[in-house]
Each structure stands twice: as structure tokens, then as C-alpha cells.
């Protein structure tokens, strides 16, 4: 990805683009299928230019080689481009086509690339407030975008899809612990830390105890409870939105259970979903939507 956005100048057809983009949603593993099958056609290309900006520029953040604050500055200056201009990386062209077609403001855009930012400049996180300041960025505009393709552009639903995605960010850092750690960071509050006897010696010797045990499950209620905030989102949804809301939700929540039944020892092996789990969840979600049925949470 780097590579390409510094040294690629050749122009791309806007064919050529949603390609692109589209290729790259099939490639990456998520812990929740994006442009799935649930999608209805119109926005699901829409939905893969997306998700495509926010996975360029978190790779950008985490696994580029070089100055990331650099490479960071040249997305931005891209990024404007699609509002005044002719963008140039792949990913950029295509999303001018959806900029333009649902009216998406800068602000979801520029907040993850200012998250991207913090992660070359913060490793921790003193209180559980400083955390949720940074998903405000790293992962609540991805709700919002999410919802200005089904055409939801007011405050209140896009006040609620925050909890949703503040709490599947929590979700994924509960489970990437030992990942977290290896690139140096570490989101585990440094007050609930210190509150719960654990040691950042723990984290890098994987040393698990039940101060530790103590720590995740409170740290999974947490999580579980922003969760069940976020799910008053479906009672102002419709459609396929509804449905695509309450399987991020419900594969949020698997993923807690996944950590409780390890008996929150995330330092011995990373939670995960098989993909027959997946595929259950999937089915299950679709058929009570169908059905007229809220998922309880």
C-alpha cells in the first residue's frame, strides 16, 4: 500500500478503481464479514471503498515501512483531493465516487487518519476516558460512514452506532492483547492496571493469574454493556442495514463470550470465531430479522 501511494502515478479509471477495492475487501480477514452478501448490490461496492480507505490507512499506521507520519500526510493530501480535485491512489478515486454520491462530509475520514497518527504517538492509555477518546476516532467513523450509504444522517442514530463501534474496538483489543504487545502498545487502561495488581511484565511474560482473570472480566462487561447501549440502534434501522447492525453486534458479543469461556486468559491464545461460528451467527441473524425478531443482547 505504501509502496503504491508513493510511487504509483499512473492514473486509474474509476473501473479500475472500485476493482481495486473491491479486491482488496475478498483479501483481508475480519472478525466480521464486510461487504457481505447481506448487502444489497447498490451499496455493497459503496460499503468496499470503505472499508478500503480505512483498511490503506490503518495498514499505513501499523505495518508501512518509513515515515508513517509521513505517509500519513500524503493520504491526507489525497484525501482532500477527492473533495477539490483529481485523486490519485486507487482508493481515493473510488471513494470520490461515493463521497459524491451520499454527500459524506471530511470529518469520519480525517478522524481515522488522526487515529492513525495517535498510534505513532501514544502506547498507552492512562484512564478507560482516554481509550474512548481514541475509538471516537479509530473506530466510530466507520459506523458513521456505514450509515450515510443506507442514507442515515442524523445525530441520534449516529450517536448510537458510536457504542456499537466503540465497543467492537474494545471487543478486538480485549482479544489482541498479546498482538497489541508485540507492536509495542498496549490499550489496557493504565488505572485498571494498577486497580487490579497487573504488571506490564505480566503482559510480555504472559504470566496469567487471577488478578489478571479479574481485570478481563471486568473489562468484558464493560464492553458487553456499551454493546447493549449500541443495540438500541436497531429499533431506528430498516432493511438490510437492521440486519448488517445486529450482526456486527452479535459477533462483537461472540467474541467477549469466546474470551469468558477461555476463562479470559487472552495472554495463552488469541480468541477467536471458527467460520462455522461465523456462518451460525450469520444464518441466526438473518433468519430473526426475517422474522420480525430483535436479537437480545
Known amino acids: 500500500m505504501a509502496s503504491l501511494l508513493l510511487s504509483d502515478s499512473r492514473p486509474w479509471t474509476v473501473e479500475e478503481a472500485l476493482a481495486y ?16 452478501l447481506l448487502l444489497p448490490k447498490a451499496v455493497r461496492q459503496h460499503v468496499s471503498n470503505l472499508y478500503a480507505y480505512s483498511r490503506t490507512v490503518d495498514d499505513l499506521g501499523d505495518e508501512a515501512e518509513g515515515d508513517r507520519l509521513d505517509l500519513l500526510r500524503q493520504w491526507l493530501e489525497d484525501l482532500e483531493r477527492c473533495y477539490d480535485g483529481a485523486p490519485r491512489h486507487p482508493v481515493m478515486v473510488a471513494l470520490q465516487h461515493t463521497i459524491q454520491r451520499y454527500r459524506i462530509p471530511r470529518e469520519p475520514f480525517l478522524k481515522l487518519i488522526q487515529a492513525n497518527r495517535m498510534d505513532q504517538e501514544v ?32 445525530e441520534e442514530r449516529q450517536r448510537l ?38 504488571s506490564e511484565e505480566q503482559i510480555a511474560n504472559r504470566a496469567f493469574d487471577d488478578n489478571f482473570r479479574r481485570l478481563m472480566s471486568f473489562q468484558v462487561e464493560r464492553a458487553r ?27 462483537g458479543m461472540a467474541v467477549l ?7 479470559y486468559n487472552v495472554l495463552a491464545c488469541r480468541p477467536s470465531l471458527s467460520r462455522f461460528k461465523k456462518a451460525w451467527l450469520l444464518l441466526g441473524t438473518w433468519t430473526s430479522m426475517k422474522l420480525g425478531r430483535t436479537p437480545r443482547f
Open 257 to 263: 463470550d469466546a474470551i469468558e469461556k477461555q476463562d
Open 123 to 154: 502506547s498507552r492509555y492512562q484512564t478507560f476516558e482516554d481509550l474512548l477518546h481514541y475509538c471516537d476516532h479509530s473506530a466510530n467513523p466507520c459506523g458513521r460512514l456505514f450509515l450515510y450509504v443506507f442514507d442515515y444522517r442524523d
Open 161 to 198: 452506532s458510536d457504542y456499537t463501534c466503540t465497543a467492537l474496538q474494545l471487543a478486538n483489543f480485549w482479544q489482541d492483547v498479546n498482538r497489541d504487545w508485540a507492536m509495542g502498545r498496549v490499550y489496557l487502561p493504565m488505572e485498571d492496571l494498577q486497580a487490579y495488581g497487573v
Open 21 to 36: 477495492c473491491r479486491n482488496l475487501t475478498r483479501t483481508h480477514y475480519e472478525n466480521f464479514t464486510v461487504g457481505s
Open 225 to 251: 454493556e456499551i454493546f447493549r447501549r449500541g443495540a438500541q440502534l436497531l429499533d431506528h434501522l430498516e432493511g438490510h442495514a437492521r440486519i448488517d447492525v445486529a450482526l456486527f453486534t452479535r459477533g
